[in-house]
């Protein structure tokens, strides 16, 4: 009885549907990922169930193991899939490879949300050392928070619990509870923002464009609805008004219920203003002028994509005050590399001075880029002492990633993001060998 017991039921695959309706396909990647996983089949029995109203039918299945059984079955009418594997830890351990095994399958089935029950089976002695690990029962839920950042890779993490979930009438939003990073909010299936790490994004995201600035006053932000990005802005005491422009109120809503630590109660600041509606239309209509603009923005391959177009940049090139600069993010260069050399070409064709950042952003599992844009101000050429001055008089402290020594670093890209998101004069102008003879 001593052992493992982990059952998932898996929503909405986005995995090849011949996984789902074809026995071959299903039964050989149960074979290899139980090989993979070292536990030994013993036995394995499958049934294809008959098509319905014209549709395929699902497969139902069972492994036979020494250790125990790995049992699926696939619903292809609704493109889910559930789970069940169990090991005896009774003479042995096989955690390990009872979680390789379930988490490999998670993977090839690509599941856009899933349930996850981690049983913990044994006497009761066995049940008081696991109660750490679980609640009363020995069951401790979770749930795999998934984020595909092409169509062959993807980043996750473990959430204890999923604090709420409304479906919008824009997309569906989330937030979960994870041991890694805090509260995670997470849009349509896509990580946003977490507790734990937001540091990274929000911080570079603001203050590298904002310390350029000889003294911003009026900032747009575009999105950023958890708050993170405008009160990194506030920090700068010349800031008067931040007019924030937002699609969903829902996202608003669950923010301030949820990620206070995020936002530090930044949407009782009466110098922010928060419109609700369509930030393209809002940067059509309006008339006011603008320090900077952030786009603060979910991912470019996302129903936003037209906020990342030549046509959107020209529209913030118009609002933007003489002197003013736009920042926001290009996507990852490894595994978007597409995009990311669309959208700082579209910059290019815009902006005088177009200024990509690269970091890693632990939330998102990848090298990041940023891009500062702007037509008469080149963050690159403020010094690090200059900045580190601006600091102080602007009393900017508490800061857990960016600094004025940092700020080179930051637009101090690798070869192949140069390549990708600058001009190539500018690429080859900025290579270790040139930046070294010029050095010297």
């Given at each position: ?20 309706t ?29 098509q ?20 699926i ?5 609704r ?13 042995e ?13 998670m ?9 996850v ?13 696991s109660?750490?690990?679980a609640?009363?029962g ?69 203050h590298p464009?904002?310390?350029?600035h ?21 920090k ?33 600041d ?6 609700i509606g369509d ?14 603009i952030?786009?603060?923005?979910t ?5 936003a ?19 003013g ?27 005088r ?33 200059a ?54």
């Amino acid at each position: 009885m001593q052992g493992l017991h982990l059952t998932g039921d898996l929503f909405e695959c986005g995995c090849s549907a011949a996984l789902l309706t074809d026995l071959e396909a299903l039964s050989t990647l149960c074979r290899d990922a139980t090989n993979e996983a070292k536990l030994t089949i013993v036995d394995e029995k499958w049934h294809v169930f008959p098509q319905w109203n014209g549709q395929p039918g699902g497969i139902t299945g069972t492994i036979l193991l020494a250790e125990s059984h790995l049992a699926i079955h696939t619903w292809p009418e609704r493109r889910g899939v559930t789970l069940d594997v169990y090991v005896c830890n009774f003479t042995e351990d096989n955690t390990g490879k009872a979680e390789q095994l379930f988490d490999d399958l998670m993977v090839a089935f690509r599941p856009t949300s899933q349930v996850v029950n981690r049983i913990i089976r044994g006497d009761l002695a066995n049940s008081e050392k696991s109660a750490d690990a679980a609640p009363a029962g020995g069951v401790a839920r979770s749930e795999l928070i998934f984020d595909w950042l092409n169509a062959d890779s993807g980043y996750g993490y473990t959430a204890s619990a999923k604090l709420e979930e409304i479906q919008s009438p824009y997309q569906r939003v989330e937030v979960y509870d994870t041991p890694q990073f805090g509260k995670l909010f997470r849009l349509d299936g896509r990580l946003m923002t977490s507790e734990g790490d937001e540091f990274f994004y929000h911080e570079c995201m603001t203050h590298p464009a904002a310390l350029a600035h000889p003294n911003p006053e009026s900032i747009l932000v575009i999105g950023g609805g958890d708050g993170g990005s405008s009160e990194e802005l506030f920090k700068h005491p010349g800031v008067k008004r931040i007019v924030m422009a937002e699609l969903d109120p829902v996202v608003i809503d669950i923010s301030k219920k949820w990620l206070g630590s995020i936002h530090k109660g930044v949407f009782d600041d009466p110098r922010l203003e928060v419109r609700i509606g369509d930030g393209f239309e809002y940067v059509k209509a309006t008339q006011e002028r603008f320090d900077m603009i952030v786009l603060d923005l979910t991912d470019p391959d996302t129903p936003a994509f037209h906020l990342y177009s030549e046509e959107f940049f020209r529209m913030c090139q118009r609002i933007l005050k003489p002197g003013g600069m736009l920042t926001l993010h290009l996507g990852s260069p490894v595994y978007q590399a597409d995009t990311v050399r669309k959208n700082a070409a579209n910059l290019g064709k815009v902006f005088r001075h177009v200024a990509p950042m690269s970091l890693f952003i632990p939330l998102y599992g990848s090298l990041w880029c940023l891009a500062v844009a702007s037509d008469s101000i080149d963050p690159r050429s403020l010094s690090a002492d200059a900045l580190a001055q601006r600091m102080i008089d602007r009393r900017i402290d508490g800061l857990r990633y960016y600094y004025a020594g940092l700020h080179q670093a930051l637009f101090t890209l690798p070869l192949f993001v140069q390549e990708m998101t600058l001009p190539p004069s500018s690429a080859a102008g900025n290579s270790p060998r040139v930046q070294q003879l010029r050095a010297a």
